[in-house]
């Protein structure tokens, strides 16, 4: 075999060794990855050594005792594990263990179950080992242990048998479903033992491990005199037993082991720390949540799952491109996400999210997305959604510091506070006048998008983009279209409205070309743009309100408000 990958190994670092098993490991790189070499001394051949003592160095002596250094070269065993990642890192690294009670629920909110494993898979679909396999039928495979491979002595006999079925990660997942197989297991496993290399049964040790070292449900085939590690091994006719007498025996929540299971929870988490503070019970609350961010993995591949039932090619077809209609600038709160809130698909709204749903006219994140969205997606409508129950507007009428960047963040709303205070504090209700400001905030959100030129110069060139307020109330899952869209352009004084020199005369050497388009290419002359946009605004109305079925109330109201504020006419002139 060669040994090029060995060679271009270069070591960095001593993470664990052991002086009983003769091991140690090596952190190291090769071709800029990440690698991990594992060394290990052989165990002597069984037989009478014929060794050189010219070089031995007596250390010891006392009575009949002595002890030699002895250099002598010694066959030694690497492993090398390249790209390692830090998954790996931690695995190999030196750690003390801790003694955790698993329950059923953590085991099920653990990361590492659902880590995939390629070696495992190349075994079951035949891409590797096909030599090593001893035994095959619908349901299982057995196969010789890589270490027995290499051997020639029964002493080291090692078979395992490995499931198709991926989805038996370990004991764990094991019911009375699966006794047929684990009994089967079980016989041909000894056949095949007992035919092959005339071992009596009595001679063969059955176990499964918990923990196991890979979560691929497996079963070791042993001989009796392998020393076994007591704490993980569980002979598989017990295991057999236990789910006969109560099928859900290893999913109960009473079936609470203590482990030395150290290793499991730091490969769950990659944070070696939280294994001192789990002796905090303050942070106990904390680590049950962290356990709980599995919980959104195992949720997109339910997610993958249902969307493939429907529709095989659906995520070929997603990534072939997008197509967004419209673009939403939204809350980041939680509770309102676009897509969800709209019944639409991935692929049809392209979106920004920050607190409050704050147009910043020089927030650079904000205003590329607004770029590419209109002048390369081409979207027709920007829509501005706000939300009652907002934590940012709320924190915005409040005198209380809420954090350096947050406080600058949210003078954006402050300022439309300050200008409507007269209008939101005429509602009693703090949730009401949140929701009044969450409005006067879309509202406001609209006016600064019509004044950003990208907006503006899409009227320019022929490809019109219109600005529309929604409300999402939180209370009652309803999006309220607020009947202000078309009073803002008009509001707009004179200032910021661009003149897009360049714009226009490009528009104009087109023009013969867009004929076929269905937008005239708009004049300069504001009456036109004007028209333009109410007219727009009216299709747009006639759809949402034959589709809208929502409470108008706090609308009403506040436009009732809106019509009687002098700053608001004042504005509209
Ligand atoms: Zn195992
Ligand atoms: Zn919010």
């Keep these: 075999m060669n040994s090029d990958l060995l060679q271009q190994f270069r070591p960095s670092q001593v993470i664990n060794w052991d002086d009983n098993t003769k091991r140690l490991i090596l952190l190291g790189s090769l071709n800029d990855q990440c690698g991990i070499l594992i060394l290990q001394k052989k165990p002597f051949e069984k037989e009478v050594q014929q060794l050189a003592f010219d070089q031995a160095v007596q250390y010891f002596h006392n009575d009949i005792y002595t002890k030699y250094n002895c250099q002598m070269l010694s066959d030694i065993d690497c492993e090398l594990i390249c790209p390692a990642n830090q998954v790996h890192i931690?695995?190999?690294s030196k750690s003390d263990s801790v003694i955790i009670e698993e329950t059923y629920d953590m085991y099920k909110q653990s990361q590492i179950i659902q880590m995939p494993l390629d070696w495992v898979y190349n075994i079951l679909e035949k891409k590797k080992e096909v030599e090593n396999i001893v035994f095959e039928n619908q349901t299982f495979l057995i196969l010789k242990d890589y270490v027995f491979v290499n051997s020639q002595s029964l002493d080291d006999l090692h078979l395992l048998a490995l499931p198709f079925q991926r989805d038996i990660k370990s004991l764990?997942?094991?019911n009375q479903d699966h006794v047929a197989m684990l009994e089967e297991m079980y016989t041909e496993g000894l056949k095949i033992i007992s035919e092959k290399y005339q071992l009596e049964s009595k001679f063969v040790k059955v176990f499964v491990h918990y923990l196991p070292s890979f979560y691929h449900f497996h079963v070791h085939f042993t001989h009796s005199s392998q020393m076994g590690q007591a704490f993980r091994d569980i002979p598989l006719l017990q295991v057999i037993q236990n789910i006969k007498l109560k099928s859900n025996y290893y999913q109960s929540q009473e079936l609470i082991r203590p482990d030395l299971t150290y290793e499991f929870y730091k490969l769950n988490h990659n944070i070696q720390k939280i294994f001192i503070l789990m002796q905090n019970k303050f942070v106990q609350k904390g680590i049950s949540e962290i356990q709980k961010y599995a919980k959104a993995l195992l949720g997109n591949k339910n997610y993958v799952q249902k969307k493939l039932a429907q529709d095989p090619d659906y995520f070929t077809k997603l990534a072939k491109g997008q197509n967004p209609k419209y673009l939403l600038i939204g809350c980041s709160d939680s509770r309102a996400p676009p897509n969800e809130l709209t019944e639409t698909d991935p692929g049809e709204i392209f979106?920004?999210?920050?607190i409050a749903n704050v147009v910043n006219m020089t927030d650079l994140n904000l205003n590329c997305v607004i770029q590419y969205a209109v002048e390369h997606l081409k979207v027709h409508n920007i829509i501005i959604m706000g939300h009652t129950y907002c934590g940012g507007v709320k924190a915005a009428m409040q005198q209380d510091s809420v954090g350096g960047l947050l406080d600058l963040w949210l003078n954006n709303i402050k300022h439309v506070y300050e200008k409507n205070q007269h209008l939101v504090n005429q509602f009693e209700n703090e949730n009401d006048r949140v929701a009044c400001l969450s409005s006067l905030n879309v509202r406001e959100?609209?006016?600064n998008m019509?004044?950003?030129?990208?907006?503006?110069?899409?009227?320019e060139v022929g490809h019109p983009v219109m600005v529309h307020g929604w409300l999402f109330r939180v209370e009652t899952g309803y999006i309220e279209e607020l009947q202000?869209?078309?009073?803002?352009?008009?509001?707009?004084?004179?200032?910021?409205?661009?003149n897009f020199k360049s714009a226009q005369q490009t528009a104009q050497g087109q023009q013969s070309k867009q004929n076929d388009d269905q937008l005239a290419l708009p004049s300069l002359n504001s009456q036109?743009?004007?028209q333009m946009q109410s007219k727009l605004v009216t299709e747009f109305r006639k759809y949402s309100n034959h589709s809208q079925d929502c409470n108008h109330q706090m609308v009403n109201q506040i436009s009732g408000i809106l019509q009687n504020d002098p700053h608001f006419k004042k504005e509209n002139k």
């Design 90 to 92: 931690d695995k190999y």
């Design 484 to 498: 202000l869209d078309e009073n803002i352009p008009e509001s707009l004084s004179d200032v910021f409205r661009l």
């Design 450 to 459: 019509w004044k950003n030129p990208i907006v503006q110069k899409s009227w």
């Design 351 to 354: 979106i920004h999210r920050n």
């Design 445 to 447: 959100q609209v006016l």
């Design 528 to 530: 036109k743009f004007q």
């Design 172 to 174: 764990r997942d094991l």
